[in-house]
């Protein structure tokens, strides 16, 4: 069963709502302007609705429209503001230069400003009201300003936060400003009295889908005598002010939700809700130690949780969350390699990390006890499983299972860790700063000894954070024996990591001091960490002073000799999320290293040619300095997606179908997706550790095929890609996702149950 704790984003229908929706869809389908008796019903029940809206909203000097939603309803404010001060100005008067909305208002305030002002031709100063520390409004800031606004918008409670604005004090502070005054009350309705009647608000929007009534419906209070113009011209409904024939199943929908607030029953008070917010904080901070509420308990709606954890950004919360089939939702929109940071928590002023790791918890105030305590229950789990993959703090006994080469990735930037569990020996190949946190607490969670920590180059683009490391753990340390500049230990041939030995290679070019380390089992070379020599799709440029361009070509030869063409290079950067290369896949692909490898261009020609190439190299995607010319960017990228009907029917043709599960070891811990009706092979890979398995993968026979699946489809097609580059032809990504999984044919579909 999910369990839906994003309310701030949308709410169900309310079953009455679904019922008022369906009978005016079926019965009472009629057109509020005809004048016939059908016509007439539905015009009264739109009358009713009306009424009972400005009943609950405690409105009688103003008027409320029926509308889209809330951006619509903020649109025809600003449009209706703006408008006023247009004919104000062709009047002669002077305007007053600002236009203010708070700095944590819904996108669709500022947006709006922007768009009527430069449409309207106003080009007034649209300025953000800054919050403080606890997400309310700078009232002085505002007071010194306030008389030389137009239009002051500012919500009555935020949707990230819940924080619950000081709607008195902005009023006092606009006391002498000739400012009209715009409240969004979104994400007030139902939760917070507005006083529309006594507090001098010229306009109010709000959305029915925030309040279980079904999306596409919302109401928009006008004061009276505040100026209005129409953002919709036609047929004359609502009084001319809101053309376009009324949304009636919408009304009668929110006019039932309306019938729940006034009749009471279905809503809970705020004590009750109050008391849910207080056992959702403490499963959650029993399960996530260290955990902080980004916004006061007592400034906040009772309906919203605002959370960060240290050290586990959001884009892992979400996963794991939904991986618990718990529907939360980032402070944050999430990025493929970083949040982005809550421009919401960001103008709060919180530290970094907090607003790149907010998750939001809300739930609406129709909400049971029953729900909170399945919730309450499935957060603890969610814990334990971060724990037990040693991704919080505190020590865990019984961590997963370990990879042999785990993979992280900062901005197209690679780090691995490559482990043995049998003798707890481990080595960190490449390591970013932004990783020493996590693979500290990798290292001490799992209590395994750091045979040492290496680059494979004096990096360029970023620092090696190999000292810090040393310095955060010097408990790992095998021995505290010297090493090079690179961080190999001083008089070792090899580095033992129970059955597996690493040896190195140097293969100057790049810099100067390039080296590659090859990972043996004992039955050949495994894989190569190459760092930047070898890229997928990009040779390593050789432009830098410490560059030693002349040795590039010859030390792609000695790589060729020393671990042939087919065995798997993990490269220092990967931009395109390819995971690894081989020579076999770049020589058709890179000319340059083709010439280098058959001997048609000797090490001087070769040096020349790619000097050519990297003349002005633009920095990356991730606004870093590149590392090679990219002459593969992937733009054939292969289609990779299988839907759902197509993975069933080559079940049904009886296909051999390998099912690989490419979410990290907490979400699997979680629960996998149920059995599908045919069988098919599955595995549980992560991302992270795709590369251990990729060979197994790839000597697969062609008749195999192999079908990576994550939460969204996302990984997933990362992984297929980066398959078919590396030769597989039947490596796809499942669509959609878990949450688009399979359903079994003994499953009933809702719209059947
Ligand atoms: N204002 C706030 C505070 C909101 O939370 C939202 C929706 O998230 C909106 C405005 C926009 O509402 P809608 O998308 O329903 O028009």
Known sequence: MDIYLDANATTPVLPQARAAAIAAMSDDFGNPSSVHGTGLKARALMDAVRARAHRVLGVTHGQLLFLSGATEGIQTAVLSALTALRSRREGGEALPGLLLYGATEHKAVPEALRHWNTLLGLHLDVLAVPVDGSGRHDLAWLRERAGNAGLVCTMAANNETGVISDLDGIQDALSDSPALWLVDGVQALGKLPLRLNERRIDYAPFSGHKLYAPKGIGLLYVRDGAPITPLLAGGGQEGALRSGTENMPGIAALGAVLEQLEEGGTFKTSATLEAYRERLTEALTEAFPGIVFNAEPAMTLPTTLNFSVPGVPSSVLLDLFDAASIRVSGGSACGASKARPSDVLVAMGLAPWRSASAVRLSFGPATDMALIAAACERIRACGASLRDSCMTPDMQQHALPVDRITRYVVDGAVCYLVADPVSRRCVIIDPLPELTQPLTQWIRCRSHTLAAVLDTHGHGDHSSSAAALRSEVPEAFADGGDTDPLGWPLGLDDIR???????????????????????????????????????????????????????????????????????????????????????????????????????????????????????????????????????????????????????????????????????????????????????????????????????????????????????????SAQAARALRRLGLKRAWSLAGGVALWPARSDEQSPAAA
């Open 497 to 715: 990591l129970g059955a597996l030995r690493l040896t190195r290679l140097a293969i100057p070019g790049h810099t100067a001091d390039s080296t590659a380390y090859v990972l043996d089992d004992g039955e050949g070379p495994q894989a190569v960490f190459v760092g930047d020599t070898v890229m997928p799709g990009a040779l390593g440029r050789s432009d830098f002073p410490i560059s030693a361009p002349l040795q590039f070509a010859p030390s792609l030869n000695a790589l060729d000799r020393a671990v042939g063409r087919d065995t798997l290079l993990l490269p220092g950067h990967d931009y395109d999320s390819r995971y690894a290369c081989t020579l076999n896949t770049e020589i058709p692909r890179q000319p340059l290293l083709a010439a280098a490898l058959d001997g048609s261009m000797d090490a001087l020609e070769f040096a020349r040619a790619k000097a050519a190439l990297e003349r002005d190299l633009a920095p990356t995607e991730f606004q870093t300095m590149a590392c090679g010319a990219r002459v593969d960017r992937g733009g054939e990228l292969a289609a990779v997606a299988l839907t759902p009907g197509e993975l069933d029917r080559r079940l049904e043709a009886g296909c051999a179908v390998v099912l690989v599960d490419v979410r990290e070891p907490y979400e699997h811990r979680l629960g996998s997706p149920p059995a599908l009706d045919r069988v098919a092979r599955r595995e549980a890979v992560a991302l992270s550790a795709l590369v251990n398995t990729i060979p197994q993968w790839l000597a697969l026979g062609d008749d195999v095929e192999l079908v990576f699946f994550c939460r969204s489809g996302n990984r």
